[in-house]
């Protein structure tokens, strides 16, 4: 599965590159200029000016489902972007997470709880094509606090009687880094759900004393140092006015 994603980041990137070189095709060539004739002087292009294009708010749907529906996965997450013709957008989200993991046959139960941010940029290879909605190619830095605990049991072999045991690390802390591909496609008018598609990479994580750290809020399982997660965004485009 990993290398089907893998491809289509890579897929991705060569679309981005070829439609740059096709588009760079199209322009038109420039007149010869025969002898005698004038030569016009060339005006300098103008840099293209960041203008303020929109700024959304919104939450992340999977997040209350598993909130709604699960005993074992609980939390929230707020997501935000401010756009600049609409071609650049400055991404930031805020999120919580509790897991627990338990086994009746094993006696044991697994908690974690904490929070995350995340912040990067994303572009969007439609901007030309639309006003508002997106395709989008990003980078995220993601960055978690939490605490753990591990409650087990364990009979006595003198006694013959069982004793709960409960150990635990606090003030834990990972980061990890993203790739991000994304679409903004408007429902209704403001309203927008975005689809997106992530790729993460763990950079690294707190030392624990008593239990190794299973899982990581805004990252998830900690099996492997890559993960790939879908998330389902709907976000709220807020009436800004645009600066002529």
Not at 75 to 100: H, M, Q, S, T, W
Not at 158 to 177: C, N, R
Not at 209 to 233: D, L, M
Request: proline share 3%; net charge positive; aromatic share 14%.
């Amino acid at each position: 599965m990993l290398e089907y994603f893998y491809k289509l980041i890579v897929i991705g990137v060569f679309l981005f590159f070829g439609n740059s070189i096709c588009i760079a095709q199209q322009e038109p060539k420039p007149k010869k200029i025969e002898e005698g004739e004038p030569q016009k002087e060339k005006k300098p292009k103008e840099k293209e000016k960041l203008k303020l294009s929109s700024i959304r708010v919104g939450t992340e749907l999977l997040h209350l489902i598993n909130t709604a529906v699960s005993n074992n996965v609980k939390g929230f997450e707020l997501n935000g972007d401010i756009g600049f013709n609409n071609r650049y957008f400055a991404v930031v989200d805020f999120g919580n997470e509790k897991y627990i993991r338990s086994n009746e046959v094993d006696e044991y139960e697994y908690q974690n709880n904490g929070s995350y941010v995340r912040a990067g940029f994303d572009y969007n290879m439609l901007y030309q094509k639309t006003a508002s909605e997106a395709l989008t190619f990003g980078l995220r830095y993601g960055t978690s606090s939490f605490n753990h605990k591990f409650t087990y049991v364990e009979e006595d072999d003198f006694w013959g009687a069982s004793q709960q045991y409960t150990v635990e690390d606090s003030k834990l802390s990972a980061s990890w880094v993203e790739l991000v591909v994304a679409f903004k496609v408007e429902l209704f008018k403001n309203i927008y759900l975005s689809p997106n598609l992530r790729l993460k990479f763990l950079a690294g994580k707190s030392d624990t004393q008593y239990v190794n750290i299973a899982e990581i809020p805004g990252y998830g399982n900690t099996k492997s140092n890559t993960r790939v997660n879908i998330n389902y965004t709907l976000l709220y485009k807020l009436p800004v006015k645009k600066k002529k």
